[in-house]
């Protein structure tokens, strides 16, 4: 039985100044109890949307989206809880409740069933989405996946927690996260990267980030056998976040009777650190799913 969702109220306000985040005037918003949630839309044709990981922003986007833009896809990336242009205060930082954000967004863009793309803590409430409202979700792209619950050592866990708390805390996310490139890094990771951190350093951001860091994934692994949509995991061969990449991959893909896409030398991010490679992949497979043809998709 579905979940029942909190009252959703949709407005289409377009920011008035550009954040720190490196919104546009674009950036549109999506009003849910408890806060408000920030989107870019842009595009026309069969929706995609998708969703970053947790410590970062929408932006990681800007290789993908304007690739499946230009193939003929109406591409909308949105900031999660507590990032990017989105508010902070949350009482619920969980996957749960991302997966409900992602519903009712679907529900305001009234543009049919969509391919959902998660990266990381992403993949989680699109998963949530795809077995909770499988009319809402044509497909989903898993990259870098954490929707399996992943117990910590004790060890790990301390070293996490130090990172996340003190005056230190966002120059550490800035290391961790240049350590998630593993062959090479964009020509702008720079500027993305200086924006990160800006946006990080904002009241309440870092709250986000470490509430969902130390989430369970219980929930999101246990539906996993719910989804029924056809899914393609993108998986960095070298993604330090996982002791064995591609069997992390091949266990998520056998659950969801999905498909694997390995990329090679690729870490964390294989969408940003090697888009020539990875964007042809997964637009081939968003058309698919879409049943269109596009140039990427010949």
Known sequence: MPTAQPTTRSRHARSTAPSDAGATASTRYLERAGGRLAYDDAGDGPLVVMLPGLGDLRQQYR????????????????????????????????????????????????????????????????????????????????????????????????????????????????????????????????????????????????????????????????????????????MGSADPDFPDPAEEARVVADAVSGDVAMIDGAGHYPHVEMPAVTAPRIARFVADVHGIQTHAAR
């Open 63 to 234: 290789f993908l989206a304007p690739e499946l833009a230009g193939a003929g896809f109406r591409t909308v990336t949105a900031d999660l809880r507590g990032h990017g242009e989105s508010s902070t205060g949350w009482a619920d930082y969980g996957s749960e409740a991302a997966g409900a954000d992602l519903v009712a967004l679907l529900e305001t863009l009234e543009a049919g069933p969509a391919v959902v793309i998660g990266n990381s803590f992403g993949a989680a409430p699109a998963v949530w989405a795809a077995a909770e409202r499988p009319d809402l979700v044509a497909g989903l792209v898993l990259i870098g996946p954490f929707v399996r619950d992943h117990e910590l050592s004790p060890v790990m866990r301390a070293a996490l927690r130090m990172m996340s708390v003190g005056p230190w805390k966002v120059r550490a996310w800035g290391w961790f996260y240049d350590s998630l490139y593993r062959t090479a890094k964009p020509a702008d990771h720079a500027t993305h990267r200086r924006a990160l951190l800006a946006n990080l350093a904002e009241p309440g951001r870092f709250d986000a980030v470490r509430a969902m860091m130390f989430r369970s994934d219980a929930a999101i692994e246990a539906r996993l056998g719910q989804v029924h949509a056809p899914t393609l995991v993108v």
